[in-house]
């Protein structure tokens, strides 16, 4: 829409969250809160966005980065004072102006599309975002004309007892012609309870200069909740998990249970794929069709391929192939890369190694800084050494190799394609200083055939 631009006002501190943190970038839902408004207003493409900001105005600045323009409110007077600070850049717009608070979260982007939508059609100054409450409390109170226009906002410290029982409320939430806005600006007093300049002021004011202004009701009152407490926080969280355990869901997931399952907003999941109970998926996950997480997985930022199945583990910043086993009770760190087919079982790490197809890490290990082949099999205890007290060494593990239990690989170490090892094997190192160690080629012991063949 290039006839749009949006203010999202953005200074105030959350004196109530008692926190070091600007309001605004507390998460809900794995994001920012402030992430969650700019997406819904960047979907309908306005030609601008702007951002009030205030307290901590440079953190909450860097934070947004090209998605906005950041306009900073020295002095909080009141939010009619916040968004004069935009007033220089909207002299000459003539279109639509979308005010909208950065500590809204739940707001849709069709909610506002449809709030522009109307000023537009009706050719009113402004379209108010109202809902009806049970407990108004708090907020502004919507009062109305005859012909349902509406006539003023009064905010709830300025309330007589007739308005105080009016339970429609203002979102905060406003489309205004450009031009019909700055006018009303110009004209906000600071007469009232909080002597703060209040935009709502400018919806009674518009009605004195004849023009008129309309309400539009959002029919999901928790669209709007407003987050001024970590309570509220929590509220919005629930609400917000619920909506993306839904819409999961409608893409053929199945969620056993939402209310214990932790789904961030840029997830991603397959068809026919199964979230288990009590599982976190974080950040930007990618999980395939067909694949069974949790009970008990802690996802973060992972790919996971289809028809694995994960369960209680955690997977971190990892890409994991399809038809992969990992759990129960296995740490998958940071960049690592599981292929098809493997299967890590009870008390494994796995960190910064790559795991190659159908092979196997099955109880009790350590695999750091690892290359493995595949279809090798590490036994039961294997650890790489990998750290000498000073640095990191790589061990580099071939395909089709067959490590007995507690086998230690000191690294650095190769060991070849093909070999075998027989139960306790210390691999590499030789007992030497290990950053004076050349890349170690290991040896296979005599009696490996042995264990072939008590295997076979
Ligand atoms: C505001 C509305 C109220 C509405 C409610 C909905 C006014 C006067 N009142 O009240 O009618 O029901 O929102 O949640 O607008 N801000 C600034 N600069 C300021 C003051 C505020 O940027 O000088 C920002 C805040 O960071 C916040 C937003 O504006 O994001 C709303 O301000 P807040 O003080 O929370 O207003 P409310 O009392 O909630
Ligand atoms: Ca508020």
Redesign the pocket.
Known sequence: MRDLVAVI????QGTRMYSGLPKVLHSVAGQPMIDHVLMAVRELEPARIYV?T?FMADKVKEHCGRRAICVE?KR????A??VRQVVPYLRDFRGNVLVT????PLIRSETLRELVKRRKAHQVAATVLTTELDNPHG??RVVRNRDGTVRK?V?EKDTNIYEADIRE????IYVFDCQRLLEALRRVGNKNAQREY???DTIEILGRLNYEVEAMVAKDPTEII?V?SRADLARAEAYLRQRIAAAVMEQGVTVIDPATTYIDRQVRIGRDSVIQPFTILEGRCEIGEGARIGPHAHLIDSKVGSGSHLRFCCVDKAEIGANVQIGPYANIRPGCRVRDGVRIGTFVEVTRSEIGEQSDVLHLSYIGDATVGSRTSIGTGSVTVNFDGRRKWPTRIGDDVFLGSKTSLVAPVEVPSGSRWRHNAVLGGNGAECDAQPEATAKPVKSARRVRAKRS
Request: aromatic residues 6%; negative net charge; glycine residues 24%.
């Open positions: 006002l953005a200074a105030g009030v205030g409110q909080r007077l009141g939010t004072h916040a608070v950065g500590d809204a907020y502004g906002i905010e409320i203002n979102t905060g209040y935009l709502t407003g001024n």
